[in-house]
């Protein structure tokens, strides 16, 4: 059975390895800003998947470190913790995403956002996130492309 709930401070370290497992950002892995998704059996409890609503200077919010083991993909289990966190955002939410991932997230209520509609803090992260892909592309010589995201709310 696969249950999804809020973390715990035990959960830390093995949101850390799934979030750096997942070669995600590393950065601002706080246990008390994840949903976890939990298969529980009677010989054990595995984490199978993890995301977070993370908080930034500025207030704003941003659905963050979306991770699901490859073994628990194609189930739900991402969209079930979309829900998890879309129900307890303040909005607008934010998020980046790589571009080939747009339509995934646009199933949950989320949009293209123009830079000049990203608070200050993210903005700067995606300025930073922009030039890192802009040299990435150019060493590895094929087309890299992030996407921020908003979901503003429920209409």
């Known amino acids: 059975m696969i249950i999804i709930r809020a973390a715990e401070a035990a959960d830390q370290r093995p949101i850390t390895r799934l979030v750096r497992g997942a070669r995600l950002n590393p950065l601002h892995l706080a246990w008390p800003h994840f949903i976890v998704a939990e298969e529980v059996t009677p010989a054990q409890r595995t984490l199978a998947g993890a995301g977070q609503l993370r908080p930034h200077a500025d207030g704003s919010r941003e659905l963050a470190s979306l991770v699901v083991l490859p073994a628990y993909q194609q189930r739900g289990l991402g969209g079930a913790l979309i829900q998890a966190l879309l129900s307890r955002a303040p ?62 709310g429920p209409q």
């Open 91 to 152: 909005f607008p939410l934010y998020l980046y995403c790589r571009g080939e991932l747009v339509p995934y997230y646009a199933r949950f209520g989320f949009r293209l956002a123009m830079e000049d509609e990203l608070p200050p803090s993210l903005a700067r992260h995606y300025r930073i996130s922009q030039a890192i892909i802009w040299g990435a592309t150019r060493v590895l010589r094929r087309p890299l492309v992030l996407a921020a995201m908003v979901h503003p």
